[in-house]
């Protein structure tokens, strides 16, 4: 079993900030690239942010200036902090990780359920 558990939505004002984490468990040899993605109503799912094992960061350049992603390997935890909120920025936000079981077998990708971020104006 692999799980991505997402948490830290919720409903914020604009201009607001939130602090999503995710903790990926289960039978994992190591995490390797970590990723937030985003899916607003309607739309489809977009990249946010994604970063390396060893902490190259790559942004959406809507995210570019007010986003960060972090991660903790020792915890197989990936954090996307948010500044300056944005009602555009409501979505339901995932994170990927791309995971290998054993050593040297090929990475897979898994997929958390989602956390829902809403943005009021």
């Known amino acids: 079993q692999v799980q991505l558990v997402e948490s830290g939505g919720g409903l914020v004002q604009a201009g607001g900030s939130l602090r999503l984490s995710c903790v990926a468990s289960?039978?994992?040899?190591?995490?390797?690239?970590m990723g937030w993605y985003r899916q607003a109503p309607g739309k489809t799912r977009e990249l946010v942010a994604d970063?390396?094992?060893?902490?190259?960061?790559n942004y959406a350049d809507s995210a570019k200036d007010r986003f960060v992603i972090s991660r903790d390997n020792a915890k197989n935890t990936v954090y996307l902090q948010m500044t300056g909120l944005k009602p555009e920025d409501t979505a339901v936000y995932y994170c990927?990780?791309?995971?290998?079981?054993?050593?040297?077998?090929?990475?897979?990708?898994?997929w958390g359920q989602g956390t829902q971020v809403t943005v009021s104006s």
């Open positions: 990927k990780a791309d995971v290998t079981l054993a050593y040297d077998r090929p990475l897979l990708n898994f």
């Open positions: 289960g039978r994992i040899f190591s995490v390797n690239g």
């Open positions: 970063i390396t094992r060893g902490g190259s960061a």
